[in-house]
């Protein structure tokens, strides 16, 4: 076979020339060897033929990738390597001479001067996790959610409110690992609380966690607490908060659970409580479809938290998640509020419905129906559509409406059974909200706010002559309850209205 010596090629002006190549010719009769392939640019990429069935994210490549992702040295490539290997049932191959991996770097040492290398060093396994000891461990590392419970045992956490929501409440929180203490009004339900683990009013058959205690003394159960949940009913919020305002830390965070439209202000707890408590504080309102019975019980629950600080309104959903109680983010305080108020209203017009025997066509309607008068005042105050949608609009709604458990749509059960109002609340031990609400909303629709906030300058008459076609069922259930119309003139008195348009 000749040799010869290949002469330069030209090289572009202010290159530097490339050196003579010795080149070799293949005499005629002797077939051509075929091209070599091209070096593999990794030990990942070399040991590929083995390794792609058993390894899920690829070939070679896919590995080398993998393992500069996790910032692991050249010595831990070849382990990753045979460790997919033999799982695919596979030989690994020894590392390539040309690799600058310690293990390699000890066989050419080997080959050079006929030493033994060194033994390998081992590799560290990739994406070890320590297995939880508990199945909260475990379901915190799925869910992804941010609590340690280390912190969590030291943030104290102040409820305000005995009833059944704030004894619901406060026993979820306490499963998360916070100590939680309920602000009573009555001695002997914070002594039934301390001592039997009870509370002997509300949902009294459940035994509440050792972390829950309760006091009548608002200074000792606001000292060091980080988190304030209000659970008091909304028509009692003003006063309660008057009592304890000086006892409120400055820059205590607020998170609301009560639902409603205060009767003297028109307001909603969004706007009563910085009203009372000040702005320079951070507020939250939890909502959506949510039994307390139930949710006491570790049924799977799932609601909104909603709040103008978002970063807040995470913090607060991870102090909540559980494994049964799916927390959700929004940042629409005014729809949940809104949604919160009237589905109560809807209910009892629900209840007035079944109490009738109208059947569940009739039901399916009213509260069709009523969720698009809804939606109107909750377009009307600023909200978002999207969260009348979801869980703390349709979906608490059907809750309340369908559900046995209501407050409310046991009151319009009663109702259109032929029972009177005050009957009714004299013999009920629970408050129903949408009582109140549905008479703070008819002076609301009827007073001209609601015109005056969507800038109708006609008046009085001109707003309530507009509420009367376009929230019918509303201003129907208040007139039921202040005795001006029976539950059967009421549904009459929808059935005789125009056909219109449905919007």
């Known amino acids: ?90 030989p690994s191959l020894p590392p390539s001479p040309t690799s600058k991996t310690p293990a390699a770097a000890g066989a050419m040492a080997a080959t050079a001067g006929g030493t033994p290398p060194p033994p390998p060093r081992r590799a560290p396994v990739v994406g070890s996790i320590p297995r939880p000891t508990s199945e909260d461990e475990q379901w915190l590392q799925r869910s992804r959610v941010k609590r340690d419970p280390a912190n969590a045992a030291r943030t104290k956490v102040v409820i305000c409110g005995c009833g059944s929501f704030g004894t619901a409440l406060a026993t979820v929180l306490a499963r998360n690992g916070y100590p939680v203490t309920l602000l009573a009004r009555r001695p002997w339900v914070a002594d039934e609380i301390n001592t039997e683990h009870r509370n002997p009013k509300y949902l009294s058959e459940h035994v509440l966690p050792p972390n829950v205690v309760a006091t009548t003394d608002a200074v000792a159960a606001f000292d060091g607490a980080s988190l304030c949940v209000h659970a008091v009913p909304v028509q009692a919020t003003r006063a309660f908060i008057m009592e304890h305002v000086d006892d409120y830390p400055p820059g205590l965070p607020i998170l609301c659970t009560s639902k409603g439209l205060e009767v003297s202000s028109l307001w909603l707890m969004c706007e009563l409580l910085p009203s009372l408590l000040g702005t320079e504080r951070q507020y939250a309102f939890l909502s959506g479809p949510s039994f307390a019975k139930e949710v006491i019980s570790g049924l799977p629950t799932a609601v909104v938290i909603a709040a103008d600080a978002r970063p807040f309104a995470h913090q607060l959903a991870a102090m909540l998640s559980s494994p049964t109680f799916k927390v959700f983010t929004s940042a629409d305080p005014v729809g949940l509020e809104v949604a919160g108020a009237i589905k109560n209203v809807i209910a009892i017009a629900a209840g007035m419905s079944d109490g009738l025997g109208l059947g569940t066509n009739a039901m399916a309607a009213l509260v069709t129906r009523g969720c698009s008068e809804m939606r109107r005042i909750a377009l009307l105050k600023g909200a978002s559509a999207v969260t009348l949608s979801g869980l703390s609009g349709v979906g608490d709604t059907f809750l309340t409406c369908f559900g046995p458990l209501s407050r409310n749509r046991t009151v319009g059960v009663r109702l259109g059974r032929g029972e009177s109002l005050d009957a009714i609340l004299a013999s009920s031990r629970q408050i129903a909200e949408g009582v109140e609400t549905a008479r703070a909303l008819e002076r609301w629709l009827l007073t001209g706010s609601a015109a005056m906030e969507a800038g109708d300058a006609g008046g009085l008459t001109t707003a309530a002559a507009r509420a009367a076609i376009r929230y019918p069922i509303l201003l129907g259930v208040a007139a039921v309850l202040d005795g001006r119309l029976t539950p059967r003139d009421g549904l009459d008195a929808l059935l005789a209205m125009p056909p219109r348009q449905e919007d």
């Open 1 to 90: 076979m000749a040799a010869f010596i290949a002469a330069p090629a030209a090289s572009s002006p202010g290159r530097r020339p490339r050196p003579p190549v010795l080149c070799t010719a293949t005499p005629a009769g002797v077939s051509p060897r075929a091209p070599r392939a091209p070096a593999p640019r990794c030990e990942g990429a070399r040991l590929a033929t083995g390794v792609a069935a058993a390894w899920p994210l690829g070939g070679g490549r896919a590995i080398g990738r993998h393992c500069r992702h996790r910032r692991l040295g050249g010595g831990a490539l070849p382990a990753v390597a045979a460790a997919a290997a033999a799982a695919a049932g596979t």
